[in-house]
């Protein structure tokens, strides 16, 4: 399976944007890259997912660079309750087999 | 919003014991999926079904069974609990499987100890 690289965390201050890196290298042509996040004692939210043009929606932006074996999620002002772990996955997009697999993700803490 | 419900958030079940999760979702999807959660290990698959009485093996099937006669239920039983299978499931769901690509909606969760 295609798998994705995070780093394990980041921080950044409240009010400011985020920007969240993947690496897909191994991306195939029809792998959707989904982003999720997970707040404590919660399962999975998701957030956005693209293919080839970068998507934007009321949650957050990501960014597919033009090879896609890359992408950022970017949230644009970034409050407490966006402390969470974020994963980043791609999407096996054929007919039957069609899974997530999570990987570890970033841990994103937010300074007050 | 879709919604996903597990009827427990908390469970507690001795060695031997059959086990039964549900699930619930409101909008009419045909996929739902069975994870466990565990430190260091992510989410791994359990079992999947994209109809009525269909279901699929995920990456790790053994020792659990699911059951769908409804299209808004899907169960997940553990035959015999063990203590290795302490963890904290998720259930999920998407719309049709023809419309690639689209994302699932998790419940929040059942953390189930095994004595």
């Known amino acids: 399976d295609a798998k994705t690289t995070q780093p394990n965390s980041m921080e950044s201050n409240e009010e400011e944007p985020v920007h969240l890196p993947c690496n897909h290298s191994t991306i195939s042509g029809t792998d959707y890259i989904h982003w999720y996040r997970q707040l404590p004692s919660q399962g999975p939210e998701y957030v956005i997912h693209?293919?080839?043009s970068n998507v934007n929606n009321r949650m957050a932006s990501l960014a597919i660079a033009e090879d896609r074996k890359s992408s950022t999620l970017i949230l644009h002002r970034a409050t407490l309750r966006d402390a969470a772990v974020y994963y980043c996955?791609?999407?096996?997009?054929?007919?039957?087999?069609?899974?997530?697999?999570f990987g570890t993700g970033t841990r994103l803490t937010i300074i007050p | 919003d879709v919604k996903v419900t597990q009827s427990s958030r908390y469970l507690v079940k001795r060695t031997g014991e059959k086990v039964f999760l549900e699930c619930v979702q409101d909008?009419?999807?045909?996929?739902m999926f069975w994870y466990r959660q565990d430190p260091g290990l992510g989410l791994r698959l359990i079992y999947f079904s994209y109809d009525v009485k269909m279901k699929e093996k995920g990456d790790i099937p053994e020792g659990y069974s699911v059951s769908r006669e409804k299209k808004e239920r899907f169960s997940l039983i553990l035959e015999s609990a063990s203590t290795n299978q302490t963890s904290m499931y998720l259930c999920?769901?998407?719309?049709?499987?023809?419309?690639?690509?689209?994302?699932?909606?998790f419940g929040d969760g059942t953390r189930l100890s095994i004595l």
């Open positions: 693209g293919l080839t």
């Open positions: 909008m009419d999807h045909e996929n």
């Open positions: 999920a769901s998407s719309v049709v499987r023809i419309l690639m690509g689209q994302p699932q909606h």
């Open positions: 996955i791609l999407l096996i997009s054929n007919f039957g087999n069609e899974k997530l697999t």
